[in-house]
């Protein structure tokens, strides 16, 4: 995923007067060299050809901030001070509020420092904010819209080119779509096939979050979505929607009347209706008895997912609304020892609702997404517990020491069905 550093700012400068080449030098708080900038490409207009320096009034330190290399040699995204982002103006007592009612916080459109690019030692990095204090020296050369709009092309493909590198697609046959899955093949058979296709739908939503994140507030946002996703069949149906749209419709293909005429008699039309209705009444009535019998019976829970929701249902109920919100929705605190429980936990229970909601869970093809899934619900179990094991040797967690044991010990029930539901199947399938 990109590298975000609005918060690790200390200041920094770029330099663009030399067309074609941009340099920059950023100091990060905790650091004491800065990361040099040596990449090739222009800004867009509005700092293209300038200088600019940029100093954040608050700066703190961010996590991963050390992992960034201290020279970055690469290509220029998108660079700018004028991105539009929404700045919320709603005090305290009005988010909560407007939270609680499900209403829009008031906010405002505000210009915001955006720095982007694309470097071979760490991918997508990216500056934003509208906070930083800005100052942009005379322009020494002056881009025009065309050279903007060439520039803005090939940031497009810059991000085309990184998130390519995030989905990995396999190699396509000429039949493949552009996910590189064949609908008129089989769907994978076996754990392993299944395991293949999982993680490829994890890194395109992976890829898809990042795409949403850059372009959801832009006017093109589908278009440029869909471009740098690499879903070039997405784009020629968008292209023939918006050519379609503005013509009128084809009169050819209005119905007339005589499209619902029929040679035979109206009357022997009318009774051979009569009479086909209620044959087909007598099959649906037979019909909807063995659907409505498959839908109960789909619907029984299996017993590891039923364990499984209870948890959940005990953790949400347990906790502290403080204690929940920190574990599932800070920003700061999603990698805690409680947010690792709580998320893994509840994404096991998610799971296995889906996996093994059909009676055909542990059959054909079912029974490898099942296999696979299960092995995910494996891991996830394996990281709550982590999590659970941190807490419980944590003296500020002293006085929910007790309550952590009761989870701990349910979530080894859940983990050991899983492993009891895996042999279980492949004893039933042999090969898969």
Known sequence: MAFRLDQAIVRGELDNTEQGHLRGRIWLEGREQPLTLDLEGDAWRDVAGARITFTNPEPRRQKNQGDLKPVQHGIVGDITVSKKVKQITASDEEWQRCMEDG???????????????????????????????????????????????????????????????????????????????????????????????????????????????????????????????????????????????????????????????????????????KEDADDASDDDAEDDDDAFADYMEERRSHPLQKTAHKLVTRILRDLRDEDRDEGIESEEARNTPLSRFISNTMSISGKLAGALSTRRFAEGSDAGYTLAILKRCLNWANEALSGLNELLADSLWEDRHTLFSEYKRELHVVRDGITDLRQEIRLKNPGI
Do not use: C
Not at 130 to 146: G, N, P, R, S, V
Not at 172 to 178: F, L, V
Not at 244 to 250: D, F, T, Y
């Open 103 to 273: 209403k829009q916080p008031t906010f405002e459109w505000r210009n915001s420092l955006y720095i982007e690019w694309f470097s071979e030692e760490n991918g997508r990095v990216v500056i934003e904010s509208a906070d930083f204090e800005l100052q942009i020296t005379e322009f020494t050369w002056q881009m025009d819209e065309a050279e903007e709009q060439a520039q803005q092309f090939a940031n497009l493909n810059a991000m085309r080119n990184w998130l390519a590198t995030i989905i990995q697609r396999p190699e396509k046959k000429d039949d493949d779509d552009d996910d590189g899955f064949d609908e008129d093949e089989d769907l994978p058979v076996s754990e392993a096939e299944w395991e293949e296709s999982l993680k490829l739908s994890d890194r395109l939503t992976d890829a898809h979050m990042e795409a949403m994140d850059k372009y959801a507030d832009d006017d093109d946002d589908e278009t440029k979505v869909a471009f740098v996703m690499g879903w070039d069949h997405m784009l020629d149906m968008m292209a023939q929607a918006q050519e379609n749209s503005g013509k009128p419709q084809n009169a050819d293909n209005i119905p007339s009347m005589e499209d619902f005429e029929d040679d035979d008699d109206p009357e022997d039309a009318g009774e051979e209706w």
